[in-house]
Nanobody
Framework: VQLQASGGGLVQAGGSLRLSCAAS???????MGWFRQAPGKEREWVGG????????YYADSVKARFTISRDNAKNTVYLQMNNLKAEDTAVYYC??????????????????WGQGTQVTVSS
């Protein structure tokens, strides 16, 4: 599976962005996750979604602001980010795990990664 993330950019605090992650291969077989990494910090799990899209999970820091969805017909997973804060500034990565069901928090639990897209929130 190859993953291509897009949609990052510069946004003011309180604004919104939607990230997309397009996949090749048997997309519906994979649980998907979103991670982010800010400068000088470790990569952290943002949230995940099950293979069917019926279950989603979020880190406490983004709960109620971010929404993950997927369209298996389009081989794409989305991360809708609302009410963005300066602390959301990071490179965002999508990841796929063949055995995953959505709430895998460790990078090591994923098999494939996208290249990352930069999100910068100005305060």
């Amino acid at each position: 599976v190859q993953l291509q993330a897009s949609g990052g950019g510069l946004v003011q605090a309180g604004g919104s962005l939607r990230l997309s992650c397009a996949a090749s291969g048997p997309f519906s077989m994979y649980g998907m996750g979103w991670f982010r990494q800010a400068p000088g910090k470790e990569r952290e799990w943002v949230g995940g979604i099950s293979r069917s899209g019926g279950n989603t999970y979020y880190a406490d820091s983004v709960k109620a602001r971010f929404t993950i969805s997927r369209d298996n017909a389009k081989n794409t997973v989305y991360l809708q980010m609302n009410n963005l804060k300066a602390e959301d500034t990071a490179v965002y990565y999508c990841a796929a795990g063949l055995k995953n069901w959505g709430r895998q928090l460790q990078s090591s639990e994923y098999d494939y990664w996208g290249q990352g897209t930069q999100v910068t929130v100005s305060s």
